[in-house]
Nanobody
Framework: QVQLVESGGRLVHAGDSLKLSCAAS????????MGWFRQAPGKEREIVAA????????YYSDSVKGRFTISRDNAKNTVYLQMNSLKPEDTGVYVC?????????WGQGTQVTVSS
């Protein structure tokens, strides 16, 4: 079965950097696009970044463009999110997403808290 396991979230200060990881299993990871979403308290889940199957194309939300970088290692079945210049508004649960044959799969999420 598809499994997505995030790690790397923690409490940081504004301006700090943090790198999240999502280890995937149960499907042919190198064949599918992957994404990172986040959900802040009281807000809807929003997409943060996404990468194509080979990492050749990436999408970023306007709020993180220029600060976050999504990457993937298909040999390790892992997708990463490098987050720089973190802001308090980046606080939330970061969730890994796989879009497999039009079905969405989600991890359990990892908490990122940015203090001012």
């Amino acid at each position: 079965q598809v499994q997505l396991v995030e790690s790397g979230g923690r409490l940081v200060h504004a301006g700090d950097s943090l790198k999240l990881s999502c280890a995937a299993s149960g499907f042919t990871f190198s064949s599918y696009s992957m994404g990172w979403f986040r959900q802040a308290p009281g807000k809807e889940r929003e997409i943060v970044a996404a990468t194509s199957w080979n990492g050749g194309h990436a999408y970023y939300s306007d709020s993180v463009k220029g600060r976050f970088t999504i990457s993937r290692d298909n040999a390790k079945n892992t997708v990463y999110l490098q987050m720089n210049s973190l802001k308090p508004e980046d606080t939330g649960v970061y969730v890994c997403n796989a879009n497999i044959l039009s079905r969405q799969y989600w991890g359990q999420g990892t908490q990122v808290t940015v203090s001012s």
